[in-house]
């Protein structure tokens, strides 16, 4: 897994792409949302556009993510999930606790309000 990190406006965005299992590299997810939110950051949009699979561990990963940044007074959403991903939410029951959107323009937008 890897991530890139840009700002808009006020949002900071982590593009992941690859593969999200267990291991030191999906807990640089965690610790850079730690990190943002440490830093002031209160609104984060994960651009998942280039996740291949989400593996158990990794959808831990991105529920505790979104609890700590959570905790601190931020907001989280995601984006750009491809059908494989949007499915195993959608299984996981995971869509209905998280901020999911089609597109990183719409996601920006609920952000904004």
Known sequence: ?????????????????????????????LELATEIAGNGGRKLLLNLEKVKWIASTGLGILVTTKTRFEREGGRIAMCRLNERVLTLFQVTKLVTMMEVYDSEDEALTALAK
């Open 1 to 29: 897994m890897k991530i890139k990190q840009r700002e808009a406006g006020d949002v900071s965005i982590l593009e992941i792409s690859g593969e999200m299992y267990g291991g030191p590299e999906n807990q640089k997810l």
